[in-house]
């Protein structure tokens, strides 16, 4: 993984577009893996939106036996609780900022800017969203978890303490179980953000509810 500026896919829904949704890819996919939603969610009568879709660095993940794919950071072990690979979450954590920053230079303020995710993606739109020093539109976040949940509270920034957070996950989701999810959901609510939890009967994957109830909440948010 390296500092360098990440590849994109980007998917203007109309031209000159005023707001940005950088969404990340899960464990192993790249920035392809959600560009077919983009048409699902239904998003007539928005601002013009430029979906910025990165594809992660290549990595060896040592749960996988050391297999190079496509990944945020490594996973260490079946227990992600009590083994995160830090310095990983970290250095991704910089290059979606770079990324923030490039959507800023090219004319769409933090304010206007949604980050959204699946698992790990997930977990790095929160890493990244939480600690933000400004304030973004929203955090769509999906089948993930509050990374580095310990340090969370010394480390978050007030800029988007009321930044609303969409959270959903799957009840029969085998990959990240839904406890964790819940769990992450109730730091987040002593923490004081106003949370949209949603679950579904799916495992880890997205489902058509899910996308409908994305699209209420995009329009809603894409409200300013």
Same mark, same amino acid.
């Given at each position: ?7 994109? /896919? *980007?998917? *203007? ?8 949704? $950088?969404w990340m ?11 077919p $939603?983009?048409k #699902?969610?239904? &998003? ?22 050391? @297999?190079?794919?496509?990944?945020? @950071?490594d996973?260490?072990?079946?227990? /992600? ?7 990983? &979450?970290r250095l ?5 900022? =770079?990324? /923030?920053?490039?959507?800023k ?6 304010? %206007?800017? /949604? ?11 929160? =890493?990244?969203g939480?600690? @933000? ?27 988007n ?9 799957? %009840? ?6 839904? +406890? %964790?999810? #819940?769990?992450? %959901?109730?730091? +987040?609510l002593?923490?004081?953000y106003?949370i #949209?939890?949603h679950e @579904?009967?799916?495992?880890h994957?997205?489902?058509? *509810? ?7 909440? &995009? =329009?809603?948010? &894409?409200?300013?």
């Amino acid at each position: 993984m390296t500092s360098s500026l990440l590849d994109t /896919i *980007e998917l *203007e829904s109309a031209p000159n577009p005023t707001v940005a949704v $950088i969404w990340m890819h899960g464990l192993g996919a790249d920035g392809n893996d959600f560009v077919p $939603i983009v048409k #699902e969610l239904n &998003l007539h009568g928005c601002p013009a939106i430029r979906f910025v879709f990165p594809h992660a660095a290549t990595m060896p993940v040592t749960i996988n036996g050391g @297999y190079v794919m496509r990944a945020w @950071y490594d996973i260490l072990g079946t227990d /992600i609780a009590k083994r995160e690979d830090e310095a990983g &979450l970290r250095l991704s954590q910089r290059s979606i900022e =770079q990324l /923030i920053e490039r959507e800023k230079e090219r004319g769409i303020p933090a304010n %206007r800017i /949604i980050l959204a995710g699946f698992s790990q993606g997930c977990a790095m739109a929160l =890493q990244v969203g939480l600690r @933000y020093p400004e304030k973004l539109a929203g955090l769509l976040c999906l089948s993930g978890y509050v990374p580095l949940r310990d340090v969370l509270t010394n480390e978050r920034h007030s800029a988007n303490h009321h930044t609303p957070i969409f959270l959903a996950h799957g %009840r029969a989701d085998p990959v990240i179980p839904l +406890l %964790r999810a #819940e769990q992450s %959901r109730d730091l +987040l609510l002593e923490l004081g953000y106003s949370i #949209e939890w949603h679950e @579904y009967m799916m495992q880890h994957s997205v489902c058509e *509810e899910e996308i409908g109830d994305m699209s209420t909440w &995009l =329009q809603k948010v &894409l409200k300013f």
